[in-house]
């Protein structure tokens, strides 16, 4: 099965994989034996924050993805452009994908309902996301769209938590 996608997009979604199996991992070394960790209660109202924190951060993926789309030529691989996009939801941010992305590590925290993932190591790979965006993403886009991006950067914010762009960011995709 040949994957029609770019290394650098390749690695990025295989280190997502290992920080958010590791990081559930490592936590439950930890929780194993604490008494939160088995309690049915906590799980009641854990899980169901985790999924809707879950289904928060693909919906932002599958929106952004869906705007992406709009500048990929026709042999360009997935998730890459050959043109930047500056409407729709980045018209008010960014990186609206990789902001809804950032909420993977909670989600799936909460989800599996281990204290450890949930108050230490999912707001650690939080951070650590939030550092791989200003250091990679925005340095590769740079690099691609140069003068025509600084443009873009001093005019849209990185991340907005305006309503309005939250709700284009969050909102129910559509096919």
Request: net charge positive; hydrophobic share 55%; glycine share 8%.
């Given at each position: 099965m040949k994957i029609n996608t770019?290394?650098?997009?390749?690695?990025?979604?295989?280190?997502?994989?290992?920080?958010?199996?590791?990081?559930?991992?490592?936590?439950y070394s930890f929780d194993?034996?604490?008494l939160l960790f088995h309690s049915p209660l906590f799980h009641i109202l854990s899980?169901?924050?985790g999924l809707f924190i879950l289904r928060l951060a693909f919906r932002a993926a599958a929106n952004g993805g869906k705007e992406l789309a709009k500048g990929r030529g026709k042999d360009m691989p997935r998730l890459e452009t050959n043109r930047l996009i500056t409407t729709?939801?980045?018209?008010?941010?960014r990186h609206p994908m990789l902001f809804g992305l950032t909420l993977l590590p909670i989600g799936w925290a909460l989800l599996l309902g281990m204290p450890t993932f949930i108050t230490i190591i999912a707001p650690l790979e939080m951070l650590f996301i939030i550092f791989?965006?200003?250091?990679?993403e925005e340095m590769e886009v740079k690099k691609k769209f140069a003068n025509e991006?600084?443009?873009y950067a001093k005019k849209v914010p990185m991340v907005s938590f305006k309503r309005s762009c939250l709700r284009k960011v969050f909102r129910k995709y559509k096919r």
């Open positions: 770019s290394l650098s997009v390749v690695i990025r979604i295989t280190l997502w994989l290992i920080i958010l199996l590791g990081g559930a991992m490592y936590a194993k034996n604490n899980a169901p924050i729709g939801i980045y018209k008010c941010m791989m965006v200003i250091i990679f991006y600084k443009d």
